[in-house]
């Protein structure tokens, strides 16, 4: 028939030849960049058998990066933001913004002082900041065993699996269905 569908095998060029050689695409209706690339074909073929050189990706850190990792900490990820309006900036943008603004004055010589002022200042200008709210760590307001705290729930919770795997082994041969 016309060939594996697999890109490993041939090009798509060698694969649309043969499917017009198998007579399952007219030749009326080949490609219109079929003749471009049988008159003018590439030094090298296209295949995916080909070595590539593969480099390693470097790491690609921009100094706004650190400031936004600092940002998206302390104040997480304020509100979402209108996507379809290409004129509005985030509000981690505007920080980053008014950080490097007041990096530029040299009034701060500290990070974490600088961001404190950058803070201050977007609030001056309007732009509310409210801080991450630390996790909740989980405490047990009453000092029920794990136990009794199942046995609170109901006694059809209370069941464990090993539980009935022992009672089923204990009981004599008569009486297993």
């Known amino acids: ?21 198998g007579g399952v695409i007219k030749y009326d209706e080949r490609p219109l960049w079929y003749d471009v690339y049988a008159a003018f074909p590439p030094r090298d073929a296209p295949l995916a058998e080909k070595e590539h050189d593969i480099k390693p990706v470097r790491r690609i850190l921009y100094p706004e990066d650190n400031i936004r990792a600092a940002f998206y900490k302390t104040y997480g990820t304020p509100r979402p933001m209108d996507l379809t309006d290409q004129d509005s900036v985030s509000e981690c943008q505007k920080f980053i913004l008014k950080y490097q603004q007041l990096e530029r004055l040299g009034k701060h010589q500290e990070e974490t002082a600088l961001f404190e002022a950058t803070a201050k200042a977007l609030q001056r200008d309007g732009i509310v900041l409210r801080k991450r709210q630390p996790p909740k ?21 209370t069941i464990k699996l090993s539980d009935m795997i022992k009672e089923a082994l204990q009981k004599p041969e008569t009486e297993k269905p």
Request: aromatic share 4%; charged share 35%; hydrophobic share 30%.
């Open 1 to 21: 028939m016309a060939g594996s569908r697999l890109e490993k095998f041939g090009t798509i060029f060698t694969r649309v030849r043969d499917l017009i050689r």
């Open 137 to 157: 760590q989980e405490t047990e307001t009453t000092d029920l065993s794990q136990e009794e705290q199942r046995l609170e729930k109901g006694p059809a919770l």
